[in-house]
C-alpha cells in the first residue's frame, strides 16, 4: 500500500515536470517570445539577453565586450552562451537553442533540489528518530519535500518567466543550488565550485559560504552523532540525553573543527584561481582582469545603471542627491552584511534554512533584482514545507504575490505606454513586492524558531507523559 | 492527557501583549459582517456624492496662457474658408462618383497658402483581437493581408512648418471628410479648418508644426485617423507599400496624374511627417441641430477608458465661454433627467448643505438640485463610457500613442444664410487658433493637469483622489470578509478536531504541528485558479471563433457556448476534477474557496481600479454583494429559516443579474423594450468590445466565471454532498 501510494506520487512528479517544460517550450514558440525579455521585471542590465548578445558581438568584432557600458556579465557566459545568441535554426524561433539551455539548466537545477530534499528530509527523520518521536511522523502526513520543492521550483511562473524571457538568472540560480547541493551531500569540492561560480556571476552568493561552512561542521557532527545537515539546535540534544540520564557532554564534538574549513578553502581557492585564469585568457586584449571586475562587481556594487526594476535601489539612487550616493552605497551594502552575523549565530543549527533566508534577503536587497532571483528562493522554500506547516500570513503572502506580479506590469504600461502615471506608480508595486519579501522572510524565521520550540516542548513532556 | 498538555502551553507561554493596530484589526475581522455593510452602503452614497465633491477646474498649466492673445482670425481669412466651402459643394453637385475631385481641390487649397501637401493612401483595417495587447506596446506594423484594390481610402494632409520651431514638435488638427456623401456640416468644418490653416501660414508666432489631417470618413472616422497614425509613428522601412502599389496600379495611374496636373513644387507622393505630436482637434460640425445657442460638445474618452490631460479640455472650455460666447456640453444619459429619486436626493443634498450652512457660514458645499441632477447625469455618462472602453470619436486613435486629443463637435443654431456661415466660421475658427495658440506655447508636452478624471460638468471635475475613496470603501469589504473567513475556518476546524471521538490520536497530531494545517486553502486555491483558468479560456475562444467564415452571430454565439462547456468539461478531467477530490471531512471548506475567491475578486477589482476606473467601479457595485453573499444553496436549503431563504434569493437573484448575458438583456430591455434583445445582439456586443482591444472585456468574462465562481459553490457544495450519501 505505502509503496503503491509512493509510486503513484513519483508518477505525478515526473508527470509535473513534464507538464512544465511542455509548457515552457509553447511559449518559447509564441513569437517574439511575448516580449518577455524586454520586460524590467525578467531581464536586468545584468541578467539580460540582449546585452549578452551584445556583449558577444562586441568581442567578435574583437573589441572589449564591456565597452560602451553594455554588457556586465562574465567572460565566461560569453564564450559558453554567446555563439548561442548568434545561431539560428532555419524555420525555428530565433533563440532557440539559447531558450533549450535555460530549459536545461532549470531543469538541472529542480533535480539538483529534489536530491537536496531528499537528503534534508532523511537528515528530518533521523533527528526525530534520535529524539524518540517517531510516532509523530507516522500520525502526520509528511510531504515529501524534495519533490514539493522541486515542482515549485519548476512550476513557479517566476521561474517559467524568467526561462521564456531568455534572461542569464537560471544559470545563476543553478550555480547556486550547485553549491548548496555539494554542502549538503557533502562533496566539498562540488560545493566549493557553485559557490565559485555562483559568486562569479552575480557576487551576492559569496555570502553563502557561511551557511556552507555550518554544513560542514555540522556534517562532522553528524559522523558522531548521526543528525544531519538541517537539525534542531544541539542543547535539544544535550537536554535530550541528559534525562536519559547519559553524561553524552564526552560525546559531542567540539562546536567548531578547523579542518573542514581549510578543506573547502583550498577548493575554493583552487577554482576561483582557475576560473580567473580562464577570464584572464578570454580577456587579455581587452584590458585584462581589472576591467572586469570593474565592469561587472564595481557595476553591481556603484549602481550605475538606474533602469527601473522590481528592486528599490534604482529610484533611490535617482532621487538622492549626487554628495551623498557614496554614504548610500555604503549604507545599502552594508545592510546586507549587518544581518549575516545575527542570523548565522541564531539558525547556525539549520545551516540550509540560513542559506535560505541569506537568498531572500539578498535578492530583496540586490541592486538589480528581477523575478529569477525570487524564483530561487520560492524554490527553496519547498525544502521546509513540513517545518513551516504553521507559518503564518501564508494566504496573505500569497495573494500578496500574485497581486503585485501582476499590478507590476499594469503600472509600467501605465507609466511608460499610457502616460498616464508616472515613476512613482511602478516604485509603489516595488516597493510592495519589498515588503512582502520581507514578511516572508520574518514569518519564515520565526516559523522555524517556533518549529524548534515545538519539538523541545514534546521532548520535555515525553517524560511527564510516561510518569503520569 | 490532551489538557494537561494544553495547561502546560498556556503556562509557558503569557499572552503576548497586542498592539492596537493590531488590535484594531482584529476587531474589524471580527465584526465584519457589520463593517462590510456600513463600509459597503457608505461607498454607494459615496459615489453619489460625487457631484457635490467635484471642483472646480483650472488651468494648472502656465504655459498655456489661454486667451491672454487677441484672436488674429479675420474676416480674409472667413472668406478664404467660404470659397473652400463653396467649391467643394459644387464639385459634389457636379461629380460624385469618386471622392478624388474633392480630394483635389482641397489639396490645391492647401498648396495655395503654401503648405506642404501630401496624399495618405490605406486601407480600412479590421480591427483584430489580441490577448495581450494590453501589455505591449502600441501595435508596429503588423503583416497585412492581401487587399483588394477596390477598397481604399486617401487622407488629405497638409503640414505648415513652423517659421520658429525646430520642427520637432507638431499639431494636429483634424477633420473627418467623407467626399462620396459630403454632408453640409463636413464641408463647413472643412472651411472652419481651412481658415485657420491659412491664418497659420502667415503667422510668426507659431513654434509647432501645425497638420491638417482631412481623413477620409468613408470606412468610419476611427479607420482613417488610426491608418494615418500606424503610418505616422511606425515607418515602414521594407518594400511593403512597394509591392501594395504594385498590386493597384490604377490607383496609382490616378496619383500620377494628379502630380502632373498640380503645378505646386510642394505636393510629394510619399508620406510627410513632422515632429511629435503634442495635441490633436478632431473638429466636426453637426448637420442638424434644434438648440437654441451655438454650442460645442466636447467628446475625450478615449479607449479603455483613457481620458486626455484635462488643461487640454480647459482650455477649450474657457475660450469658447470667456471669448467665443459657446456653450459647451459634454454628454449625459438624458435618462437620468427624468428621474425622480435623484432629483429629491439632490434636494436632500441641497437641504444638508442649508443647514450646514447656517451652522458654520465658512460651509460651502451645497449645490442646486437641479445642478445636482444634471452632474449626476454627466458622470453617468462618463462613468459609462469610460467603462466601456470604446473611443467616442476619432480622438480615441491619438490616445493610444500618448498623444492628448479631444473632438469638439460645433452644433450650429441652424439656418442656411451666408452672413450666419461668416459667423460660425469666425467663431469656431477663432477658437481653434486660440487653442492652437495656447498649445503652441507648451513647453513641454501636457503633464500639469489630471489624467484620471471623471467630469460632472464642462468646467467641474472630480479627481481621482476623491472618487478613489468611495471605491476603496465600496471593495473594503472584500479583504475583512476574506480575513474573518479564512480565520473562522481555521479555528473552527480544530475545534471539530478537538471535538471527535478519538481524541489521543488527533490532538496529538494536532500538538505536534506536522500536519499542513496552515497551508490548508492551497487545495480552494487549486478550484479558483482552475475556475480562472477556465475563464480565461473562455476570454480568448472568440478570436478562434471569429476566424470561422460566414457566421451569422447567433451561430457564433451557439458556438462559444458549446465550446466553453466543452473546455470546462475538459479542465475538470485533466485538472484532477476539483469537485471531486475532496475528503468527507471537508464540509466547512466551502469558507475557505469563498474566501479565496474574495481575495482574488479583491485583487481583479484593485488591478481594474489602476487600468480602468470605471469599469472597476460597476463591476464592484455587481460583483461586491454577490462576493459577499455567495454561500452554498445546500446549506441554506437546509437550514430552512426566513433569514436564509432571503439570502437563497438574493444570491439567485444577483447570481443571474450579474451573469453578463442576463445583465445585458435586461439593459436592453429597459432602454429599447423586451422585443428586440436577442442572443445575436450580444455577440454583436460583444464583438465590438474586444474589437476594440477593451480591458473592459476580459473584465466582462472576469465577472462571468465569478458568477459561475457562486453556482460553483452550490455545485461544489451538491458534490460533498452526494459524497457522503453514497457513503452513508
Known sequence: MEKLKKKIRSFSFWNWVIASIIFRLILIYFPKNLNLCSRPEVSTPLTSFRRLAEGYWLKQSSMSPYAGSMYHGSPLLLSLLGPLTVKRIEGQPNHLLYSLVSVIADVVSAMLIRATGQNLQVAYFGTLKSLDLVKQIELSEVHSSGDVAALIYLCNPFTIVACVGLSTSPIENMAVILCLYGACSRLVPLAAFGWVIATHLSLYPAILIIPVHLSFVL?????????????????????????????????????????????????????????????????????????????????????????????????????????????????????????????????????????????????????????????????????????????????????????????????????????????????????????????????????????????????????????? | MAETIENSHSDEKPKPRVRPIVRFGIFLVSHSFLVSIVCFTSGVLALFLLPVLAKNTYISENALMPGSASPMLSNQHVSDGNRLVKDLTNSNLKSSETGIESHKIIAQYMLDVGAEVSFHKFHPQMNQFHPLHFFSSPDSGKIQENYSCSSYGINTVGIIRAPRGDGKEAIVLVTPYNALTSSFGEVLSLGIAYSVFSLLTQVTWLAKDIIWLVADSQFGEYAAVSAWLREYQTPKFSSMSALNAEMCPDINNLFEIEVHSMAGSKFSNSFRRAGTMTAALVLKVRDQSEQFDDTISIYAEASNGQMPNLDLINVVNYLAVHRQGLRVNVEKLWSFLNLGWLKSLGEIFESLANIAKSLNPKFKFGIPATEYVEGTAILASSLYYQALGVPTGPHGAFRDYQVDAITLEISPKFSLDKVWRNDIILRGGRLIEGVIRSVNNLLEKFHQSFFLYLLTSPSKFVSVGVYMIAFALLIAPLPMVAASLYVDSNSSSNCSKGDSSTPSAITDTDEHGITIRSWRWLNSAKLVFIVHLWGAIVSVLPYFICQIPDCSPTTSFMIWVLLSILSLLILNSVLASPFACVKASQEKEWALVKSVTISSVFIGLGLMSVINFATAEIGALLMVPMCLLARPLKLDVRAGTFRSCCRIICNLVLGHIAFPPAAFFLLKGMLDGFGSANVGGFWMWVESLWAWNSATYLFIVKATYLSWMSKADARYQRNIFNIHSKKG
Open chain 1, 219 to 468: 556534517a562532522i557532527c553528524d559522523l558522531l552523532l548521526g543528525y544531519g545537515p538541517d537539525a534542531p539546535p544541539r542543547k535539544l540534544f544535550l537536554q535530550r540525553h541528559q534525562q536519559k540520564g547519559l553524561s553524552s557532554q564526552s560525546k559531542l564534538p567540539p562546536g567548531f573543527s578547523w579542518g573542514s574549513i581549510i578543506h573547502f578553502a583550498f577548493w575554493a581557492l583552487l577554482w576561483s584561481v582557475y576560473v580567473l585564469v580562464l577570464c584572464g585568457i578570454s580577456l587579455k586584449q581587452f584590458g585584462g582582469l581589472w576591467e572586469m571586475f570593474k565592469s561587472t562587481y564595481g557595476f553591481i556594487l556603484t549602481v550605475e545603471d538606474l533602469s527601473p526594476n522590481v528592486g528599490v535601489l534604482w529610484y533611490f539612487f535617482a532621487e538622492v542627491f549626487e554628495f551623498f550616493r557614496n554614504f548610500f552605497l555604503i549604507v545599502f551594502h552594508v545592510n546586507i552584511l549587518f544581518m549575516i552575523l545575527p542570523l548565522a549565530i541564531r539558525l547556525h543549527h539549520r545551516p540550509c534554512y540560513l542559506a535560505f533566508v541569506y537568498v531572500a534577503i539578498c535578492s530583496m536587497l540586490k541592486s538589480y533584482p528581477s523575478v529569477g532571483d525570487s524564483a530561487l528562493y520560492l524554490g527553496l522554500l519547498g525544502w521546509f514545507v513540513n517545518e513551516l506547516s504553521d507559518m503564518q500570513f501564508s494566504l496573505f503572502l500569497f495573494c500578496g504575490y500574485v497581486g503585485v506580479s501582476l499590478l507590476s506590469p499594469v503600472m509600467h504600461n501605465l507609466w511608460i505606454w499610457r502616460g498616464t502615471g508616472n515613476a512613482n506608480f511602478y516604485f509603489a508595486t516595488a516597493m510592495v513586492y519589498a515588503c512582502l519579501q520581507i514578511v516572508l522572510v520574518v514569518e519564515g524565521v520565526s516559523a522555524m524558531l517556533n518549529h524548534d520550540r515545538k519539538l523541545r516542548s514534546l521532548i520535555l513532556d515525553k517524560p511527564r507523559d510516561a510518569k503520569s
